[in-house]
């Protein structure tokens, strides 16, 4: 297992170094791991959510990798659709973490959904990571054909 090391470690050995006009850049590019998680520990965190519609209906696609579908909490309340969730990072389990760039913590989500869904039929699967959940529309507001007699 590689020792860790932390930024003023870094700062220490970088006093041994000669100065040079491209310190700058060798300083940026040697601690940015450092930097990259610095400012975001303790913040809530917002999973990324693609919504597509497909033969009349929205599909929600929510990416939340790391969870468990007993993880996942849906909820409608009204026409509001509120997907929750908590995902824990290595570290609680047990990993020593050298650098950490994915998000974790709890996270909710809320959508309004339209008066055209029929809230009863809203189905929900976890695979791969995403969670999709399917909105269908009522039937009397799907587009349907109507045949023209001569």
Not at 43 to 67: A, K, Q, Y
Request: aromatic content about 8%; charged content about 30%; proline content about 7%.
């Amino acid at each position: 297992m590689a020792p860790k090391i932390t930024r003023s470690e870094v700062e220490k050995q970088s006093r041994n170094y000669p100065a040079s006009p491209f310190r700058l850049f060798e300083d940026f590019f040697n601690d940015w791991a450092v930097r990259s998680i610095e400012g975001r520990r303790g913040e809530t965190w917002t999973p990324p959510v693609d919504i597509v519609e497909r033969d009349g209906n929205l599909m929600l696609m929510v990416s939340i990798p790391g969870l468990n579908e007993k993880d996942i909490e849906l909820k409608i309340e009204g026409q509001v659709l509120t997907v929750k969730g908590d995902r824990k990072s290595q570290e609680s389990e047990g990993y020593t973490c050298h650098q950490q760039e994915s998000y974790y913590g709890p996270f909710s989500r809320a959508f309004t959904l339209p008066d055209s869904t029929d809230l009863g039929n809203i189905k929900a699967d976890y695979k791969n990571g995403v969670l999709t959940i399917a909105v269908p529309q009522k039937p009397e507001v799907k587009p349907r054909t109507i045949k023209v007699n001569a």
